[in-house]
């Protein structure tokens, strides 16, 4: 079983492949999948400033890439003051991946400083209900 060292240490790792040239603010994210898989993502920014990824982004994208489909855990990392929550349209990506038992963890470059579950982060969803 991955632990959470190990995946707060491949969240850093992707944070320093960053792409920010712009803001200068990295952010790299890793996903641990249901099957026990890690996949990573960094932001990527772009001149054209609506045209960036953000790290959970592209970790869910590669994890969804795999052919994965259920985010167990999720680590974000980034250098702030302040700890860093996902914004809201990656929060309704990793939903979207996810079930009750989901938790995101929150990091700085020392180590993972806060754990949520993602309900608590994003209490009322789009969800499935929306097709009805």
């Known amino acids: 079983m991955t632990n959470l060292a190990?995946?707060?240490?491949?969240?850093?790792?992707?944070?320093?492949?960053?792409?920010?040239?712009?803001?200068?603010?990295?952010?790299?994210?890793?996903?641990?999948?249901?099957?026990?898989?890690i996949y990573v993502g960094a932001n990527t920014e772009n001149i054209s400033y609506p045209c960036g990824t953000c790290a959970?982004?592209?970790?869910?994208?590669?994890?969804?890439?795999?052919?994965?489909r259920l985010i167990s855990d999720i680590v974000i990392v980034a250098d702030a003051q302040n700890l860093i929550s996902p914004c809201g349209a990656c929060l309704q990506r990793i939903s979207e991946f996810s079930d009750s038992n989901t938790l995101v963890h929150l990091?700085?470059?020392?180590?993972?400083q806060k754990t949520?579950?993602?309900?608590?982060l994003l209490p009322q969803p789009f969800d499935e209900d929306l097709k009805k």
């Open 6 to 37: 190990t995946l707060f240490k491949r969240a850093l790792e992707a944070r320093e492949n960053a792409y920010a040239p712009y803001s200068g603010f990295k952010v790299g994210a890793a996903v641990l999948a249901s099957n026990e898989r």
């Open 56 to 68: 959970e982004e592209a970790a869910i994208a590669s994890m969804v890439a795999a052919g994965e």
């Open 107 to 112: 990091a700085d470059l020392k180590d993972i």
């Open 116 to 120: 949520c579950r993602i309900v608590e």
